[in-house]
């Protein structure tokens, strides 16, 4: 294992630090590394509290800041944050119009972030499973939260940002989830810094379809691909599940898994939006990167979320955070 570190149990600490650091224009971190919040808040704003395992960078934390979530609590790498780190930001960052959790379905997120709720008032949660893969995972009861986090973070927050009440941010938030599907392939493993190996064994001409954020086995292994075969079966496992929904404007995002070169992520974006404009899908807004990462792991997802005219103006609206900035 090659990593940039000075000792396992300091990584996220150190690397916290140097977030913050770069970014204290925009940023606070909160008491011992519980959170990271918007430096400004905004008074009467609902505020918007995400967080899950570190090792996905820049979900959750290079999201907080204007237009988007007003804090994230970080846990170790690929675990979930405490309660007590829920409660922590929450107390830092309701101006008093209350906090809607946006949480990932995984397990332990839920749980704790469950468990914070019931400790606090002013309180409202979503989950995000937009992962068509698998209908359950080592991690989950039900269907995974990947790269749809990001375009559910996106379009409640631009809402938030304009006055909208708790109860219809969490009615939206679920509206956007609904109609965000996503699925990704893994040509490589990722290596948790404290194991010290890779997460799962690879051979160099296979691929996992279906892999999770946090290197969870998905649908099958196969021998690897071409990227327009690769893209055919994810978008068709997209299509079919939104079913009829998947008519008109939409959002496509290719997410890269933290190891794939955008020049492959590209390449990954033109053969998705060539597929899904054969089936009926209007593509009207693009995002390219690596936003929703799982360490060092080549690979990539592929998220379709289906646009009316609210969601495209929300999405359209002004962002300032450390990993998605326009309109400001």
Known sequence: MKKFMNSVDTVLTESLDGFVAAHADILVLGDEHKFIRRKVLKPGKVALISGGGSGHEPLH?????????????????????????????AAAV????????????????????????????????MVINDDVAVENSSYTTGRRGVAGTLVVEKIV????????????????GDRVNGATRSMGVALTSCTVPAAGR????????EMEFGVGIHGEPGRRRDTLKSADV????????????????????????????????????????????TIFEKHGVMVT??????????LDMAGCSITLAMLDDEATSLWDAPVHTAALRWGV
């Open 157 to 172: 927050g631009a809402a938030a940002e304009q006055g909208m009440a708790l109860a219809d941010l969490k009615a939206l």
């Open 61 to 89: 934390a290079g999201f907080v800041g204007h237009g988007m979530l007003d804090a994230a609590c970080p846990g170790q790498v690929f675990t979930s944050p405490t309660p007590d780190q829920m409660l922590a930001a």
């Open 285 to 294: 807004r693009s995002l390219v990167g690596s936003y929703v990462t799982s």
């Open 94 to 125: 309701d101006t008093g119009a209350g906090c809607l959790f946006i949480v990932k379905n995984y397990e332990g997120d839920v749980m704790n972030f469950d468990m914070a709720a019931e400790m606090t008032d002013g309180v409202l949660q």
């Open 230 to 273: 690769i893209a055919e079966e994810i978008c068709t496992a997209i299509l079919g599940d939104l079913g009829d929904r998947a008519k008109g404007p939409a959002l496509l995002f290719i997410n890269g898994f933290g190891g794939t070169p955008l020049m492959e992520l590209y390449l990954m974006y033109n053969s998705a939006r």
């Open 198 to 205: 890779p997460t799962f064994d690879i051979g160099d001409g």
